[in-house]
């Protein structure tokens, strides 16, 4: 198909203007550089940045489409910016602009490139540890209700892009060789996205979401991995591992240099939040940790060059270039022998 869109922002553009002085261009930190001769701080086009050609291009039968696409602008980006806005003009916000907010914040945490390498990282270390559980479960049932028995949730949101196959291992007394396949890794995330903006957003939007502000006239950078899913116990002390319905879990997105929104789960407080000079400065340092590729200031900031130096390899920035080059094509080599190993024989 030609007509889908294929140019997917990770960041929305309107996120980014947010940071412009001219609703065209941003100041940008590239933390991968191939050469010293690039300049640290860039002036880049808006609409060049935090974006990747087919990241969310999907594959049905035989031909890729837009689905998601469409999906995530509509239901999620239009409604969410709308409500946003709405907190940047301070104006009087009703529930469902902040479950607009919520809905947004949940989406953006989870539809960058670093959530994708980290979501799969922790799928794989967690697969065998799935799949023991359910062969567990298995030799307890009789064939009759495991035909009968819908597919565990944890697994169930992939469908038929899943397969696990059984191969008895010749001499082992029983044993057998498990393995489960998916039909590609964008497939798979693309999948837990849809189910976790739909069938599980409520836990998401039931929190109680406020504003934060910064001390005196600092300023919050904005990254290509904006959302801070933070557990915070003291300075020093924290990781961004927090989970959706985990009581004191911070989730934290700037929504423009002065502004941020957040929710703390379990908290009721409302109104704006300040934080002190000290908080300001572990703020905006986590925001700096957190970013894989870009950050984006309204102006070229030495303490973040200071903070988080770039890394100069023209090697490993090939190689990255080269892999998202080869991204789509890679996908759809997966899908399409993950495909027909599920088609049976002629005649059979």
């Not at 140019?7 to 947010?18: D, G, I, W």
């Not at 340092?285 to 970013?291: K, L």
């Not at 900031?301 to 090697?315: C, E, K, L, S």
Request: overall charge negative; charged content about 25%; glycine content about 6%.
């Amino acid at each position: 198909m030609s007509n889908i869109t294929r140019e997917s922002h990770y960041v929305p553009q309107a996120t980014l203007r947010h940071w412009s002085e001219d609703g065209v261009n941003v100041w940008a930190y590239r933390l991968l550089a191939p050469s010293e001769n690039v300049d640290p701080w860039q002036l880049c086009a808006i609409k060049g940045l935090t974006k990747q050609r087919d990241l969310y291009t999907t594959f049905e039968g035989d031909r890729e489409g837009d689905d998601f696409e469409k999906f995530i602008t509509r239901e999620i980006e239009e409604p969410g910016q709308a409500a946003i806005e709405k907190v940047l003009g301070n104006f009087k916000m009703e529930p469902a602009d902040w479950r607009a907010v919520a809905k947004f914040v949940a989406a953006q945490q989870m539809r960058t490139p670093l959530f994708f390498v980290e979501w799969v990282r922790r799928i794989n270390e967690e697969m065998p540890k799935t799949l023991e559980s359910i062969l567990s479960e298995l030799e307890q049932k009789s064939a009759a209700q495991i035909a009968t028995e819908a597919q565990p949730d944890d697994l169930n949101f992939l469908r038929e892009k899943l397969k696990i196959t059984f191969d008895p291992v010749p001499g082992g007394d029983g044993l057998a060789l498990v393995q489960a396949q998916v039909s590609s890794s964008r497939t798979a995330w693309l999948r837990f996205m849809r189910r976790m903006l739909t069938d599980r957003i409520e836990l998401f939007c039931s929190h109680r979401w406020r504003v934060m502000k910064l001390a005196g006239d600092a300023e919050w950078p904005l990254t290509d991995n904006p959302v801070l899913a933070l557990n915070y116990v003291r300075p020093g002390e924290y990781d961004f591992g927090a989970g959706w319905g985990k009581h004191n879990a911070n989730f934290i997105m700037p929504i423009s240099p002065s502004l941020a929104i957040f929710t703390q789960v379990g908290s009721r407080e409302t109104g704006p939040w300040h934080a002190s000079p000290e908080q300001t400065r572990e703020l905006q340092g986590f925001a700096v940790e957190r970013a894989l590729r870009w950050i984006i200031a309204r102006k070229p900031d030495p303490q973040i060059v200071a903070t988080r130096p770039r890394t100069v390899d023209a090697g490993t920035y090939k190689t990255e270039q080269e892999a998202w080059r080869t991204w789509n094509d890679m996908h759809l080599e997966s899908e399409a022998e993950f495909n027909a190993s599920r088609t049976p024989p002629p005649g059979v």
